[in-house]
């Protein structure tokens, strides 16, 4: 009931394409969901997130959509670029259960062609 | 902006070494976190704490221990290294919200080798 998963593992897109990343979690009292986006060598860094009282988050080229019936949650990139290859975890939390822990997806490499 | 501080970006140490990794953040957050990051394993939580001198156990804290004397400071231990502790470690923070759950804001992790 705690895990996230996600998909693809990998991902392979073209520049100008619009990157999606899917999670789904069984958890329905989880009250948050942020994405993180990681770099080689770099720790993971929040890159947007949403609550479950809305549908859609959009952060300039990031959008998160949110399906609280289907308990699915997902990252669309649009016009993608080589900039964003990188890792990206999708996590969910629960507020009050084990303060605040995330309960992370397994992780997806992006990878953008130019 | 939040920074969180991981004393050593790369660690080589021996088997049956006490190995300390030491994660300090600048934002007085009550809550931190360590996880070891594995390829295709994604994040893992060691151990976490929500207080000075508090601590609980996360997912895989077999091997590994933990203190946090000052609020700012969080440290990793291992106890008696060994090869399958070989792995990246990443230091994590956070406030308490009030009502909803927060972000964690990561360190740029300490990649850690065991011969």
Partial sequence: QQQVKQSPQSLIVQKGGISIINCAYENTAFDYFPWYQQFPGKGPALLIAIRPDVSEKKEGRFTISFNKSAKQFSLHIMDSQPGDSATYFCAASLYGGSQGNLIFGKGTKLSVKP | ?115
Avoid at chain 2, 15 to 31: R, Y
Avoid at chain 2, 68 to 85: C, D, H, P
């Fill in chain 2, 1 to 115: 902006d939040v920074k969180v501080t991981q004393s050593s970006r790369y660690l080589v140490k021996r088997t049956g070494e006490k190995v300390f990794l030491e994660c300090v953040q600048d934002m007085d957050h009550e809550n931190m976190f360590w996880y070891r990051q594995d390829p295709g394993l994604g994040l893992r939580l060691i151990y976490f704490s929500y207080d000075v001198k508090m601590k609980e156990k996360g997912d895989i804290p077999e091997g590994y221990s933990v203190s946090r004397e000052k609020k700012e400071r969080f440290s990793l231990i291992l106890e008696s290294a060994s090869t399958n502790q070989t792995s990246m470690y990443l230091c994590a923070s956070s406030p308490t919200g009030l009502g909803t759950s927060q972000p964690q804001h990561f360190g740029d992790g300490t990649r850690l080798s065991i011969l």
